[in-house]
């Protein structure tokens, strides 16, 4: 099956910046639509944004809009989530996953997921 390693997070202060990588081995991930999500310590997973096969259209939740921006290399098999502005509210574990169709914001549509990397914003 497709999987997914997960690289990039870390610890950084408001208002900086990180990228988040997602490589995939086994297949290619050109026929897929590639999710990004985070969980925050009991809070339910969220979608954060979400890019289709060709990467023509990228979607964003209203709390990331402006600030994260989601691409993929479908010859690398890799997508990433550049990350700035980052702000408190930011830290959780981000998780990439990946499913065949249209984007999708519900966790349940994803069929293939990578192991989460944690982010934490602070002072």
């Known amino acids: 099956q497709l999987q997914f390693v997960e690289s990039g997070g870390g610890l950084v202060q408001p208002g900086g910046s990180l990228r988040l990588s997602c490589a995939a081995s086994g297949f290619t991930l050109d026929y897929f639509a590639i999710g990004w999500f985070r969980q925050a310590p009991g809070k339910e997973r969220e979608g954060v944004s979400c890019?289709?096969?060709?990467?023509?259209?990228?979607n964003y939740a209203d709390s990331v809009k402006g600030r994260f921006t989601i691409s993929r290399d479908n010859a690398k098999n890799t997508v990433y989530l550049q990350m700035n502005s980052l702000k408190h509210e930011d830290t959780a574990v981000y998780y990439c996953a990946a499913k065949r169709g249209f984007c999708s914001w519900y966790t349940t549509s994803y069929a293939y997921w990578g192991q989460g990397t944690q982010v934490t914003v602070s002072s």
């Open positions: 890019i289709s096969n060709s990467g023509g259209f990228t």
